[in-house]
């Protein structure tokens, strides 16, 4: 196995890490305490390529690997993660799902200006009733023919209110379950779609997460992603790779928590000598370095077995149990080592902290991660 990275890696990895440092971390405490969409950060990001990364170059997208992916949204969540998982919604749910799945004609009226970062996109399947239970969708879709009407409620959509295009899961034929179930691309504007309050979050505050109400909105046939009852396969096939970017989220968060962590134990000093030279934080220290390093290497599995088109299903279910579990320990670690001063936001990681939380529940909690790799191992 090769571990070595490409030049191209190695320069989107630190594009991604310039970045992060100049244009994310100035206002980035600001912006989490006043829930603040961080609105020129994201455009700069579409200039730069980040928000269509993987996607072909003749559908507006930079056309990278997987792995590099995986390196800049690390490098992003060190410092931001409520940036970083902006772009990781853009890129793996909504930019994956229409490259993949959709016709020519979405790709060219849809897919290109959410690629070259012009607009961004949101993926809605989470309902009231219908979270970890993806199959129990009460969004309705009903066919006129040539076009559908749309009725219903979707919960906790990341990029709600600053999206301009919506994939929407709804369900067409009840009898059917989860095999009536279809996938549609709505926009914003269309009659009888409104969006509704922020929600006002734990962590990644800077993102912005609401809920969406369709009242017999008007969707064109035209915007139906694949063919009837499409919607589930759907869906589950783009949180597969969508688990990837937040494994990398997760990652990035604890390796953020962690760098600052070391930095500090080399500044501070107690009982005559800098903390990094008692036992134990050398401990906590090493604890943090190894887990994280396993946590790396199994995003770069689940990416580098995507790019190669073998099935990552159960790394990608991996990489994001694990490392979500890792960001939250690191995270709460990195407080500890600062001591008083690491419950104060200046620090960053108490923020840190907050933001690992979610990586252990959205695009599959973790004990759906824990069902996805069971059944992968038992097939």
């Known amino acids: 196995m090769e571990f070595n990275l490409t030049e191209e890696q190695i320069a989107v990895r630190d594009a991604a890490r310039e970045f992060a440092q100049v244009e994310l971390l100035p206002g980035v405490i600001e912006r989490d305490e006043h829930q603040k969409f961080p609105t020129e950060q ?35 969540s060190k410092v931001d993660a409520s940036a970083s998982v902006i772009m990781s919604v853009n890129n793996s749910l909504v930019c994956a799902g229409l490259e993949k799945y959709g ?21 809605c399947l989470s ?12 969004t309705t879709a009903v066919d006129m023919g040539d076009h559908y009407v749309l009725n219903g409620t979707k919960n906790w959509i990341t990029n709600g209110s600053t999206a301009t295009y919506y994939l929407v899961m709804a369900q067409t034929h009840v009898e059917l379950k989860h095999k009536g179930i279809n996938a549609f691309i709505v926009e914003k504007g269309m009659p009888g779609f409104t969006v509704g309050i922020k ?23 035209a915007n139906r992603i694949g063919e009837d009852g499409f919607g589930f396969n759907f869906a589950m096939g783009v949180l597969n790779g969508g688990r990837i970017g937040i494994a990398s989220q997760a990652l990035g968060i604890a390796s953020g928590a962690y760098e600052l962590a070391l930095e500090y134990s080399k500044s501070r ?18 604890h943090m370095a190894t887990e994280i390093d396993a946590a790396r290497l199994l995003c770069l599995q689940a990416a580098w077995l995507k790019d190669q088109g073998r099935d990552f299903a159960k790394a990608s279910a991996m990489a994001k ?3 979500s579990r890792v960001a939250m320990e690191t995270s709460v670690e990195a407080i500890q080592i600062h001591g008083g001063y690491g419950f104060v ?35």
């Not at 170059?57 to 792995?67: A, F, I, R, Y």
């Not at 800077?206 to 046939?221: A, C, E, N, R």
């Open 103 to 123: 016709n020519d004609a979405q790709r060219e009226k849809y897919l290109k200006p959410l690629a070259m970062g012009d607009v961004i996109g949101a993926f």
């Open 42 to 76: 994201v455009r700069k990001m579409g200039e730069l390529g980040f928000m269509g990364m993987m996607v072909a170059p003749e559908w507006g997208g930079s056309g990278l690997d997987t792995v590099s992916y995986v390196l800049a949204i690390e490098e992003l």
């Open 127 to 138: 309902e009231p009733e219908a979270g970890s239970d993806a199959t129990s969708q009460h």
């Open 345 to 379: 936001k200046e620090y960053h990681v108490e923020r840190m902290m907050r933001d690992a939380k979610i990586t252990q529940i959205y695009e599959g909690t973790s004990e759906i991660q824990k069902i996805v790799i069971s059944r992968e191992l038992l097939k």
């Open 321 to 323: 149990l694990f490392a």
């Open 269 to 286: 000093k107690a009982f005559g000598k800098s903390i990094s030279e008692h036992q134990a934080i050398q401990f906590k220290l090493a």
């Open 199 to 221: 929600e006002n979050k734990l962590g990644i505050r800077g993102s912005d997460t609401h809920s969406l109400m369709f009242q017999d909105v008007i969707v064109p046939k």
